[in-house]
T-cell receptor, first 112, second 117 residues
């Protein structure tokens, strides 16, 4: 069964600190893995998209890693800001079905 | 980047009435559009996938007669909630993908908050 599990479920950090969110998946065959940021009451916004051959991809203060062998990905946020408070969703695309499997998200709260 | 809009952003309707939500890709042609619903503190749940000019494919458990989806052009898809009930109150989000440059990428709209009274 195709699954995407994210951890932790929620996280609280102080402004300026770094944090790392985890995503483990069992989706096969794998096409790509995407990280989205979803602010409360808004649609998800793409942060990174990674294919099988990519290990690391950065987008400003966001850096995603992918280990296709262990089927794990992480999203590292550097020097967090209050505006980083949101839900971060990991999504994996299955090549055959052309369908995406969504993780339940990690809710990040950045406090001053 | 690619932009997807939704209209309206919020809608309140009475039980038994129908509501139409529009999803538009503003600067690219969306060969595939997806409709999701999201309940508070939960992840997005795919309702249906639609390809331009063909019937939508609904996920198991989603009533096709209740949630009517039309993808009449490469830039517009609509979701109509028919005979709405309070349990249909939710956050509805569309996403779109299409074109070689956008292969496999999904761009999400800002969502529509539906409240049925």
């Amino acid at each position: 069964k195709n699954q995407v599990e994210q951890s932790p479920q929620s996280l609280i950090i102080l402004e300026g600190k770094n944090c790392t969110l985890q995503c483990n998946y069992t989706v096969s065959p794998f096409s790509n893995l995407r990280w989205y940021k979803q602010d409360t009451g808004r649609g998800p916004v793409s942060l990174t998209i990674m294919t099988f051959s990519e290990n690391t991809k950065s987008n400003g203060r966001y850096t995603a890693t992918l280990d296709a062998d262990t089927k794990q990905s992480s999203l590292h946020i550097t020097a967090s800001q209050l505006s980083d408070s949101a839900s971060y969703i990991c999504v994996v695309l299955n090549t055959n079905a052309g369908k995406s499997t969504f993780g339940d998200g990690t809710t990040l709260t950045v406090k001053p | 980047g690619a932009v997807v809009s939704q209209h309206p952003s919020r809608v309140i309707c009475k039980s038994g009435t129908s509501v139409k939500i529009e999803c538009r890709s503003l600067d690219f042609q969306a060969t595939t559009m997806f409709w999701y619903r999201q309940f508070p503190k939960q992840s997005l749940m795919l309702m249906a996938t639609s390809n331009e000019g063909s019937k939508a494919t609904y996920e198991q458990g989603v009533e096709k007669d209740k949630f009517l989806i039309n993808h009449a052009s490469l830039t517009l898809s609509t979701l109509t909630v028919t005979s709405a009930h309070p349990e249909d109150s939710s956050f509805y989000i569309c996403s779109a993908s299409g074109g070689l440059a956008l292969l496999y990428e999904q761009y999400f709209g800002p969502g529509t908050r539906l409240t049925v009274t």
